[in-house]
């Protein structure tokens, strides 16, 4: 069966600092790959989408970057973390084949 | 790729009572599909429903679509606990796009 694991589950990061959150994908192969960001009591907002290696659509054009290295890899970076980067943000891949299925998570609280 | 708009935006309930939510979006789809989200967790696919169906069930789920009208409902029959969530819906449209865009999604509490 198929598992999307992202880590770390909790991050608290100064102002400034970079940032890098993993994403992987076991039980399948080429997925589409996708990050999104979830404000406190809000919905999610799509940042990044890929459909192949080193394939990156930006929707959001700010200081956050994606890559995937490998087929089941989906990093999602920052060179220097703002405060409204603070934020849920989920991993997820389309299975089914048109449902998407999600991560557990990354709670990011920059400071 | 459109977005999907939910309402309300939030529901209470007691325990045992139906849940009712809408969602209305804007051009033709293919499917529209409804997300579960329990706080501070990843979303949960529930239910996805074909542009030439018009209810569909799943367990104490159910879903209805009327394309005319460019809207669809989810039903939570005998709601528990367990239900209180946020939930998305999520228009797909026929052009192939790979965005899955969502809402700000009905808030349910189900009050024991």
């Known amino acids: 069966s198929q598992t999307i694991h992202q880590w770390p589950a909790t991050l608290v990061q100064p102002v400034g600092s970079p940032l890098s959150l993993e994403c992987t994908v076991e039980?399948?192969?080429?997925?589409?790959l996708y990050w999104y960001r979830q404000a406190a009591g809000r919905g999610l907002q799509l940042l990044f989408y890929?459909?192949?290696?080193?394939?990156i659509s930006s929707e959001v054009p700010q200081n956050l970057s994606a890559s995937r290295p490998q087929d089941r890899q989906f990093i999602l970076s920052s060179k220097k973390l703002l405060l409204s980067d603070s934020g849920f943000y989920l991993c997820?891949?389309?299975?089914?084949?048109?449902?998407?299925?999600f991560g557990p998570g990354t709670r990011l609280t920059v400071t | 790729s459109q977005q999907g708009e939910e309402d309300p935006q939030a529901l209470s309930i007691q325990e045992g009572e139906n849940a009712t939510m809408n969602c209305s979006y804007k051009?033709?789809?293919?499917?529209l599909q409804w997300y579960r989200q329990n706080s501070g967790r990843g979303l949960v696919h529930l239910i996805l429903?074909?542009?030439?169906?018009r209810e569909k069930h799943s367990g104490r789920l159910r879903v209805t679509l009327d394309t005319s009208k460019k809207s669809s409902s989810l039903l939570i029959t005998a709601s528990r606990a367990a239900d209180t969530a946020s939930y998305f819906c999520?228009?797909?449209?026929?052009?192939?796009?790979?965005?899955?865009?969502f809402g700000t999604g009905t808030r349910l509490k189900v009050l024991a």
């Open positions: 051009t033709s789809i293919n499917n």
């Open positions: 039980g399948t192969s080429n997925p589409n």
């Open positions: 999520v228009p797909r449209e026929a052009s192939g796009t790979y965005k899955y865009i």
């Open positions: 997820a891949w389309i299975g089914g084949p048109h449902e998407q299925y």
């Open positions: 890929s459909v192949g290696i080193g394939q």
């Open positions: 429903i074909r542009s030439n169906e």
